[in-house]
């Protein structure tokens, strides 16, 4: 399979970024998020701002499922959807996705430690889980430090080019996907963001660490003027700027 949505019409190719003038990641970053599919390193959160967000997720444990993440919870719990809306990531994002901008998905996943782990996230493209053309910009804040023993993401350089590749259903893998170029570790400071394009092939390995948690909280945005094409507008939070066609069924903030 390529798409959860193979009846839909989709462009599941990708489109380089074009933004005549950069105004908070440069010209560089730009030409790099077009050529290796994302952009890292970005300190969206720091001081008493950083610990208030990792307060949050340490509070938030009791959400957490048996596979040890919880998704999809912006529209609904203050601290997140003031997270997924923050300016300053949304001002990254404006480079990126233009002034109108929504988030349709967030998922927290905390890798416990275990050195006998096995749980990986498989090789996957984000687009094929979505309804909607593949214009999306995922956002992946670190919560506590992530380097590669305890499992920090894994992003094959320029896959984003290929466009979407044949996946199996159990988790959209991408089996060999060593064949579409070598993994380069993605590993951040608690604060710091990866910003991706929803068709860069990326997976995570396993926590095998003894005592280091690695938190790792993903948002996905794309512009208000995408449409999904569900025959039904889908629920998402508008981050800046309008969303002036009616796309999308807006969530106001949380009380
Ligand atoms: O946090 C992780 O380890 C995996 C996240 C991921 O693959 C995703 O958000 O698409």
């Known amino acids: 399979m390529k798409s959860m949505y193979p009846e839909l019409d989709l462009d599941l190719s990708f489109h380089p970024i074009v933004?005549?003038?950069?105004?908070?990641?440069?010209?560089e970053q730009i030409d790099g998020y077009n050529e290796q599919g994302y952009i890292t390193g970005v300190p969206l959160f720091e001081g008493s701002e950083l610990e208030a967000?990792?307060?949050?997720?340490?509070?938030?444990?009791?959400?957490?499922?048996?596979?040890?993440?919880?998704?999809?919870?912006?529209?609904?719990?203050?601290?997140?959807?003031?997270?997924?809306?923050?300016?300053?990531?949304?001002?990254y994002l404006k480079d990126?996705?233009?002034?109108?901008?929504?988030?349709?998905?967030?998922?927290y996943i905390r890798k416990q430690p275990d050195p006998n782990s096995s749980r990986r996230t498989v090789y996957h493209q984000d687009a094929t889980f979505n309804p909607m053309d593949a214009r999306c910009a995922l956002v992946w804040l670190?919560?506590?430090?992530?380097?590669v023993e305890n499992g920090c993401m894994g992003f094959i350089p320029g896959?984003?080019?290929?466009?979407?590749?044949?996946?199996?259903?159990?988790?959209?893998?991408?089996p060999d996907a060593g064949r579409y170029g070598e993994v380069v570790p993605i590993e951040l400071k608690p604060g710091q963001a990866v910003f991706f394009s929803d068709l860069l092939i990326h997976a995570s390995p396993p926590n095998r660490t003894a005592d280091r948690p690695?938190?790792?909280?993903?948002?996905?945005?794309?512009?208000?003027?995408?449409?999904p094409t569900l025959g039904?507008?889908?629920?998402?939070?508008?981050?800046?700027?309008?969303?002036?066609?009616?796309?999308?069924?807006?969530?106001?903030?949380?009380?």
């Open 96 to 107: 990126l996705l233009g002034p109108n901008i929504i988030c349709h998905t967030s998922q």
């Open 232 to 255: 039904r507008k889908k629920w998402a939070v508008l981050c800046c700027g309008e969303d002036a066609n009616d796309n999308w069924q807006v969530h106001p903030r949380p009380q």
């Open 19 to 27: 933004c005549e003038t950069p105004r908070h990641f440069t010209r």
């Open 159 to 174: 896959s984003h080019r290929l466009g979407v590749i044949e996946c199996e259903e159990a988790g959209h893998h991408i």
């Open 53 to 91: 967000v990792r307060d949050f997720f340490s509070r938030s444990r009791k959400r957490l499922t048996s596979y040890d993440q919880f998704q999809a919870f912006h529209h609904e719990i203050p601290e997140l959807y003031d997270i997924v809306t923050h300016p300053v990531t949304t001002d």
């Open 214 to 227: 690695r938190g790792g909280f993903t948002a996905t945005y794309a512009s208000a003027d995408l449409v």
């Open 142 to 147: 670190a919560i506590d430090e992530a380097f």
